[in-house]
């Protein structure tokens, strides 16, 4: 199989998280998956942009805003598929053999089953949430990284230019269900870990709703910075 898929990482800041969430996509470089590597960045002022340099990829720059960079990032992309993934995520091993034979099978968009880099009763339950979420109604949130066709994504219309639930948005206009694949994406849970899982869970969920009740994404956004602003959420 030639290599079909442009991977694209939306960064803003992520000196941190970025060099092992590149790190497990090596897998997939090894199975002769990935044709290219984006990083599309919202202005990061730290050391960001030298990572995605030293690692090869093309970097896109623009305003920060998760769905105007995924948008500017799959615009410039140039593989058949599509892997989005969240700078702070890493897929577990033996995520590319499974992505080679979903691919094979020329199927519609998939996901990942979400894990967070904790332990615990909360973490499990938060993520086994999501997942269920995933598995009744096909509406996977980003941080499960989504591998979707370029034919399906342009029929969908692509990401829109918002800055939150873009990944609910493209993910309810695409054509047919999200396959949820056994493999792993484990995600950073610095925010659950700082505001507690069951309040950070209930204000994800919150926040869901809104949108899906017809809320602007603008003023969810404000919402969701003046959380993780508060001061509960700085000490």
């Known amino acids: 199989m030639s290599a079909q898929i442009s991977v694209i990482v939306p960064t803003l800041d992520a000196e941190a998280v970025l060099p092992g969430c590149l790190m497990a996509l090596m897998e997939g470089l090894g199975a002769g998956l990935i044709r290219e590597l984006i990083v599309t960045d919202g ?4 050391a960001t942009l030298l990572i995605a340099d030293e690692a090869g990829a093309m ?6 805003s998760r769905g105007g960079q995924l948008r500017r990032g ?3 992309a140039r593989g058949n598929w599509f892997l989005v993934v969240h700078a702070d995520t890493e897929l577990a091993p033996g995520w590319a053999e499974e992505v080679a034979a979903h691919i094979a099978r020329h199927d519609g968009p998939a996901c990942f089953r979400l894990a967070f880099r904790a332990r615990g009763m909360l973490p499990a339950w938060v993520a086994g949430w999501a997942n269920l979420r995933t598995a009744l109604f096909g509406l996977p949130y980003g941080d499960q990284v989504l591998l979707v066709s370029r034919r399906d994504y342009e029929r969908a219309g692509g990401y829109p230019d918002q800055p939150l639930m873009e ?3 493209l993910v309810r206009a695409l054509q047919g269900r999200v396959t949820r694949l056994t493999s792993l994406a ?5 925010r659950y870990l700082r505001d507690g899982w069951l309040r950070r869970g209930a204000g994800n ?10 809320a602007d994404p603008e003023r969810l956004e404000q919402a969701y910075r003046r959380r993780d602003v508060s001061p509960a959420a700085r000490r």
């Open 167 to 169: 990944d609910v948005a």
């Open 74 to 76: 799959c615009a410039a």
């Open 43 to 46: 202005g990061s002022g730290d």
């Open 205 to 214: 969920l919150w926040t869901l709703a809104r949108y899906l009740a017809g």
């Open 186 to 190: 484990v995600t950073g849970a610095e």
């Open 59 to 64: 970097v896109v720059t623009g305003p920060a």
